[in-house]
């Protein structure tokens, strides 16, 4: 897949995986659109982005939105056709976390965890697909490990993490017929200001599962996913652990299961 020239768009471009990935489209002559909520970051990011691109044409820009908010989402798209046409690839990597013990986690949280993490994927796609029909494209969901495994600690963000999965899985057979590929990107814990902020208050029992897996970067993350995207794949696991966890619980769920419940009775 060529990458030089082609219009892309990041959402949660300003930090973390989404900022290690556009600085590798940067790198590949792409036109780059940044999507986040706040301004400054955005304004930085950009500045950091820019710095890696290859031609003197090359746009990268950004846009203020938040991905949760439909009618914001499908203006900006609007905008967006008119000023560059349709977009060739769409990364949908905004989102949050909250880990904490169901019971404590409140109601409002788990509603923030859908509207951010799934319904901003959503929302991204209803807007963009109809406008990118006409000449394919790639769009790529970042679920996360936990949204394949249900982990202790992360009910609000695996049920989200699941839904974006399970809607990858199907819009991709849609989109086939578009040209438009989907994949679905699984992370394992990266080091990012969100890894930071969820090691703050995730329960221990979190911490002696996660603990096993080991810390990837977001530079070898976003690396994995464009490796992964030339070769069309549909499911994207960065780094061996995180395929043996995807092998391991199709495989041997209730083996997953006791290794989990085991770590968790260690801390207990
Ligand atoms: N880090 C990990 O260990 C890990 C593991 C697995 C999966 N993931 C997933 O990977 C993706 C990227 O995570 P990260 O670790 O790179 O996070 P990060 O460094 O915290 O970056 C999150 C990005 O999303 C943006 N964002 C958050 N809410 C938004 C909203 N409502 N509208 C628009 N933008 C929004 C943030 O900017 P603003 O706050 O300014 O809006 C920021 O640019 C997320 O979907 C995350 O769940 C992360």
């Known amino acids: 897949m060529e990458f030089k020239g082609k219009n892309v768009i990041i959402t949660g471009g300003s930090s973390g995986i989404g900022k290690s990935a ?75 976390a909250h880990p904490g013990y169901f019971e404590e986690i409140p109601y409002e949280i ?22 990118m029909k006409a000449k394919g494209g ?31 899985q199907a819009l991709r057979s849609e989109m086939k017929k578009y040209n438009i590929t989907i994949s679905v990107l699984c992370p394992p814990d990266t080091d990012t200001p969100q890894l930071e902020m969820e090691n703050k208050i995730k329960p221990k029992e979190t911490k002696a599962i996660a603990g096993n897996a080991g810390i990837m970067s977001p530079d070898d993350v976003a690396k994995a996913m464009i490796d992964g995207m030339i070769k069309k794949k549909f499911i994207i696991v960065p780094g061996f652990n995180g395929k043996l966890v995807l092998c391991a619980s199709r495989w041997a769920p209730s083996l997953v299961e006791w290794v989990m419940d085991r770590n968790i009775k260690k801390v207990e």
Request: aromatic share 12%; net charge negative; hydrophobic share 45%.
């Open 22 to 96: 556009a600085k590798i489209f940067a790198t590949k002559g792409s036109n780059v659109t940044i999507l986040a909520r706040r301004e400054e970051i955005l304004k930085e990011a950009v500045e950091e982005i820019s710095s890696s691109a290859i031609e003197a044409n090359q746009k990268i820009s950004y846009a203020s939105i938040d991905v949760s908010d439909r009618m914001q989402v499908d203006k900006w798209a609007h905008v967006y056709e008119d000023a560059s046409g349709p977009p060739d690839v769409i990364i949908n990597s905004a989102g949050i």
């Open 110 to 131: 788990f509603d923030q965890l859908m509207k951010i993490d799934f319904y901003g994927v959503l929302n991204m796609c209803k807007s963009f697909i109809p406008m």
């Open 138 to 168: 790639h769009i790529v969901n970042i679920s996360s490990i936990a949204g394949f495994l249900g982990v202790f600690g992360y009910t609000g963000y695996s049920a989200a993490k699941f839904a974006v999965f399970g809607f990858s």
